[in-house]
């Protein structure tokens, strides 16, 4: 079946723009991870879904991050008023409820100018 | 604090070559222990994990991993390197208690002909 998706794959904005990033999970996941991956780095935890409900944004950098997942699949992150340091390769990951592992998407790249 | 490292920045093997990744952790409990690897420009792909039992794990491509409860250690292995398994690798970590991965900084694998 068709694995995570992400789009925009990438995405330039001005610094001060909001932008929004989409993630498709593979159906059947009711776990949805959003995580942040600077260049040279590992990925950060950011937030974490289960089905529609948001159990745990503690990673989120600051209060210009938002994420959603209304109808518990498709989830979206919003950056509001975008800064440099936003710059990294945005990661989205579901996984099954019976399986730990984490199936992740080909994430986006935001580029802040 | 809870940590993975990866001391390694680059690994260097020639094909052929047996390859090792190193991985050492430090997290409370009895954690879920993964690698993953990242091609360019594509997602994180799963490797292998180890939950329980075998200390010797198998996973994708011919990798393997060792888990040293002694000494807090999960090394990605492989007894003979291709070119092709050049690429970026992440160990990462899951508290039985917590969803959340918590990732090394990556080991950059380079296989030369």
């Known amino acids: 079946g068709a694995g995570v998706s992400q789009s925009p794959r990438y995405k330039v904005a001005k610094r001060g723009q909001d932008v929004a990033l989409r993630c498709d999970p593979i159906?059947?996941?009711?776990?949805l991870f959003w995580y942040q991956q600077a260049l040279g780095q590992g990925p950060e935890f950011l937030t974490y879904f289960q089905n529609e409900a948001q159990l745990d944004k503690s990673g989120l950098p600051s209060d210009r991050f938002f994420a959603e997942r209304p109808e518990g699949s498709v989830s979206t992150l919003k950056i509001q008023r975008t800064q440099q340091e936003d710059s990294a390769v945005y990661l989205c990951a579901s996984s099954h409820p019976m399986d730990n592992e984490q199936f992740f998407g080909p994430g986006t790249r935001l580029t802040v100018l | 604090a809870q940590s993975v490292a990866q001391p390694e920045d680059q690994v260097n093997v020639a094909e052929g070559n047996p390859l090792t990744v190193k991985c050492t952790y430090s997290?409370?409990?009895?954690?879920?222990l993964f690698w993953y690897v990242q091609y360019p420009n594509r997602g994180l792909q799963f490797l292998l994990k180890?939950?329980?039992?075998d200390n010797l794990v198998k996973g994708s491509y011919g990798f393997e991993a060792e888990f040293n409860k002694s000494q807090t250690s999960f090394h990605l292995k492989k007894p003979s390197a291709l070119v092709s398994d050049s690429a970026l690798y992440f160990c990462a970590v899951e508290t039985r208690s917590n969803y959340q991965l918590i990732w090394g900084a990556g080991t950059k694998l380079i296989i030369k002909p």
């Open positions: 997290v409370s409990g009895n954690p879920y």
């Open positions: 180890y939950i329980t039992g």
């Open positions: 159906s059947g996941h009711v776990s």
